[in-house]
């Protein structure tokens, strides 16, 4: 009889020790789990912000004789920093000072696409020989670049107040050439005086990165 009850007592004790071990293993493997997932967040999504023109190529020269090439750049920093302050965004510059970028090169469409961006937002002042012309326009040229105009061109034509001139198809090589939604922003006419007299302070062009930036946020949750 005593040799039965330690009989069963051992085998007792084997698989309470077997089970004790699965239960281990099964919590470590759990605890494995939610490491990976937490070492695998989202990815991080691509915006590329171009400052049109740069160096040699001042671009527009405006009714107090600024140079475009100086308010893009202004405005693409502002825009810049109010992007980074967002969560899981990463902001890529073609340009971040007063370089030159040739045109022939097909450097700013080449950039976008060698990072895999997600979108490109090109950024310009307009020019025109009638300085009474004004207002601000959007231009996409891909199909698939169609949705994202017409969202971040709604924004930035209400935070402008100018003449909204709408969203147009054009050739633009920087957003033809490019393999992601992408868009050229003229945001006013610096050839006319009101227009530049508001466009080259700190608080129009905060307004006005703020709202590409609630353009790029919208059209990043709809997609």
Same mark, same amino acid.
């Given at each position: 009889?005593?040799?039965?009850?330690?009989?069963?007592? *051992?085998? =007792?004790?084997?698989?309470?020790?077997?089970?004790?071990?699965?239960?281990?293993?099964?919590?470590?493997?759990?605890?494995?789990?939610?490491?990976?997932?937490?070492?695998?967040?989202?990815?991080?999504?691509?915006?590329?912000?171009?400052?049109?023109?740069?160096?040699?190529?001042?671009?527009?020269?405006?009714?107090?004789?600024? %140079?475009?090439?100086?308010?893009?750049?202004?405005?693409?920093?502002?825009?810049?920093?109010?992007?980074?302050?967002?969560?899981?965004?990463?902001?890529?510059?073609?340009?971040?000072?007063?370089?030159?970028?040739?045109?022939?090169?097909?450097?700013?469409?080449?950039?976008?696409?060698?990072?895999?961006?997600?979108?490109?937002?090109?950024?310009?002042?307009? =020019?025109?020989?009638?300085?009474?012309?004004?207002? =601000?326009? =959007?231009? %996409?040229?891909?199909?698939?670049?169609?949705?994202?105009?017409?969202?971040?061109?709604?924004?930035?034509?209400?935070?402008?107040?100018?003449?909204?001139?709408?969203?147009?198809?054009?050739?633009?090589?920087?957003?033809?050439?490019?393999?992601?939604?992408?868009?050229?922003?003229?945001?006013?006419?610096?050839?006319?005086?009101?227009?530049?007299?508001?466009?080259?302070?700190?608080?129009?062009?905060?307004?006005?990165?703020?709202?590409?930036?609630?353009?790029?946020?919208?059209?990043? *949750?709809?997609?």
């Amino acid at each position: 009889m005593r040799k039965t009850i330690v009989y069963l007592a *051992t085998i =007792t004790l084997m698989i309470l020790t077997c089970t004790a071990c699965n239960s281990e293993e099964n919590s470590q493997t759990n605890t494995d789990n939610i490491d990976n997932n937490e070492a695998s967040p989202d990815p991080a999504y691509k915006v590329v912000l171009d400052p049109g023109h740069g160096g040699e190529d001042v671009g527009a020269i405006g009714a107090s004789g600024q %140079y475009e090439k100086d308010f893009t750049l202004a405005l693409s920093l502002k825009v810049k920093e109010l992007l980074e302050s967002e969560e899981n965004i990463e902001v890529y510059m073609t340009r971040e000072d007063d370089s030159h970028i040739s045109q022939e090169s097909r450097y700013r469409p080449k950039f976008a696409n060698e990072i895999n961006a997600d979108l490109f937002v090109s950024i310009h002042g307009n =020019t025109f020989q009638d300085s009474s012309v004004s207002g =601000t326009e =959007t231009f %996409y040229y891909n199909k698939s670049s169609k949705s994202f105009a017409k969202i971040i061109h709604k924004h930035l034509a209400e935070a402008t107040g100018f003449r909204d001139r709408g969203v147009k198809r054009e050739e633009f090589f920087v957003v033809k050439e490019t393999n992601m939604p992408a868009v050229l922003l003229e945001i006013g006419y610096l050839t006319n005086p009101h227009e530049e007299s508001v466009m080259l302070t700190d608080e129009f062009q905060y307004k006005v990165a703020s709202a590409i930036v609630d353009g790029i946020k919208e059209y990043k *949750t709809a997609s």
